[in-house]
C-alpha cells in the first residue's frame, strides 16, 4: 500500500511539473512570435 500511495504521489507531483513547463513553453513561443 505505502509503495503504491507512493506511486500515485510522484505520477500527480511528475503530472504538474510536465503541465508547468508545458504552460512556461508556450508562453515563450508565444512571445518568440
Do not use: H, N, P, Q
Not at 500500500?1 to 515563450?28: D, H, N, S
Request: aromatic letters at 6%; charged letters at 20%.
Amino acid at each position: 500500500m505505502e509503495t503504491l500511495e507512493g506511486m500515485t504521489t510522484m505520477l500527480k507531483v511528475l503530472g504538474i511539473v510536465l503541465v508547468a513547463v508545458w504552460v512556461v513553453y508556450l508562453c515563450r513561443s508565444d512571445k518568440t512570435k
